[in-house]
């Protein structure tokens, strides 16, 4: 799940520039690479090097040693000057409903004991930390240094992605607030169903915005929406993709904010979704330094993830934010490639700008319009980003690179061969 992206990440001379050598017992001088594995968008990543990386000593960023907040945003919830709350005058108090709620249940032992209950004998954590022994081998130098590539298996969770992580913690949050309707936007589908699912589970109505575009290429996950009860709503504006359907999506709270809760999918929009969806995933990161602890005694070398909106790289990032040491890699979607006009690399050539409710890079022209993205990759063609991931690429503490949709597809038959995964339900996420 990774050759195309590894190629552009820990593969790359420049990004390599500050790799670690990885401290193992065993097999000393090889990194230690965990790749978070989520078919769907933001998900599912990459693994460790077309061309492993040299062993070289680490060299924190020092604005990043000194960056202040990097735990969670400020009290206007902005992660340094990114983030806060841009949305229409009527939003402002649900938004401020949701905060305290979170907060109060934040400290709940009742509410963390049912969260916890769920994701355990419901989702099915905590999720494997799967050594891909081919896939190290066939990075291997000849000299026997090389990385060891880890899957932090998130598709073995219900639904096949991380995304029902934030999707059952915020049905629980809804019902505390008395939300009797829920809405969500969709790209790749994951979170749709992951949000029907669970809305399923509890009895609650659910409707589920999506691109035109996305319903036709992911047809399997709009039949499995609509099997659960909840009411697809096609989207045709814009280029009827995720964009489009988040927009749909705000829309309609606007109309209903007294009787519905939206589930924002990724660590985008307006405060607290961003802090919010982010601590609803960071189990992923706590997950895996346990269980790499247990594996080998030690961190990982190198985190890699794809970024769409950026949840489920938030979501292994956040445990390891404060380990200098660590490498933290973001791979984004670069389409037809960056020099293009279509790609969804928002990192890489974004401007920073206002987007659903935030202060984050976005993908626009001189006139700050947005630029439609492309990715071949349904949910990775968002044109805008988390708050959280603009500020770790300002401060220098995340790399941020990105894959072509020829390397991506290129790489998943490679990683298949090599893996003997066929992953349920899988989008093409994976391959970044």
Not at 106 to 128: C, M, W
Not at 175 to 196: C, M, N, P, S
Not at 232 to 249: F, M, N
Not at 367 to 374: F, L, N, R, S, Y
Request: glycine share 10%; charged share 20%.
């Amino acid at each position: 799940m990774a050759a195309a992206a590894a190629a552009a990440a820990v593969g790359n001379p420049k990004a390599v520039a500050s790799a670690r050598v990885g401290g193992s017992p065993s097999r000393a001088g090889l990194l230690r690479v965990v790749c978070s594995v989520a078919p769907r968008r933001g998900t599912a990543v990459v693994a460790a090097a077309m061309q492993p990386a040299k062993a070289v000593a680490a060299e924190a960023s020092p604005a990043a040693a000194e960056a202040p907040g990097l735990a969670r945003p400020d009290a206007f919830g902005r992660f340094g000057k990114f983030g806060g709350k841009y949305v229409p005058e009527t939003l402002m108090h649900a938004l401020a409903e949701l905060e305290a709620a979170f907060h109060a249940l934040a400290s709940d032992e009742e509410f963390q004991k049912e969260l916890d209950g769920i994701l355990k004998d419901y989702v099915g954590r905590e999720t494997p930390l799967y050594f891909a022994e081919r896939l190290t081998e066939h990075y291997k130098r000849a000299d026997g240094t090389g990385p060891l590539i880890y899957l932090k298996r998130e598709d073995l969770n219900h639904t096949g992605a991380h995304k029902i992580n934030n999707a059952v913690a915020q049905v629980l949050l809804a019902k505390r607030l008395g939300k009797e309707r829920i809405i969500a936007e969709t790209g790749a589908g994951q979170h749709g169903v992951a949000t029907a699912t669970v809305c399923a589970r509890f009895g609650l109505q659910c409707i589920i915005y999506m691109g035109a575009q996305d319903m036709e290429r992911q047809a399997l996950n709009v039949f499995r929406m609509k099997l659960l009860g909840a009411e697809v709503r096609a989207v045709h504006s814009g280029t009827a993709t995720l964009k489009d359907a988040t927009s749909e999506a705000i829309r309609d709270w606007v109309t209903n904010v007294e009787n519905t809760h939206y589930i924002l999918g990724s660590v985008a929009g307006p405060h607290p979704y961003p802090m919010m969806v982010r601590e609803f995933h960071k189990v992923i990161g706590k997950e895996t330094r346990k269980q790499a602890m247990d594996k080998w005694g030690g961190k990982p070398d190198v985190l890699v993830a794809c970024v769409g909106g950026g949840s489920n790289a938030m979501g292994l990032f956040h445990e390891f934010v404060d380990d200098q040491d660590i490498r933290m890699i973001g791979v984004e979607a670069a389409g037809h490639g960056v020099d293009t006009d279509k790609h969804a690399a928002t990192l890489t050539k974004g401007e920073v700008g206002v987007l659903h409710g935030s202060l984050s890079y976005v993908l626009q022209d001189d006139d700050g319009q947005v630029i439609e993205p492309h990715s071949i990759s349904a949910g990775l063609d968002y044109p805008g980003v988390g708050p959280e991931h603009s500020f770790l690429k300002d401060i220098g503490r995340a790399e941020y690179d990105s894959v072509t949709d020829q390397e991506a597809l290129d790489g998943t038959c490679f990683e298949r061969r090599l893996l003997h995964l066929i992953l349920y339900n899988a989008a093409l996420q994976l391959s970044w």
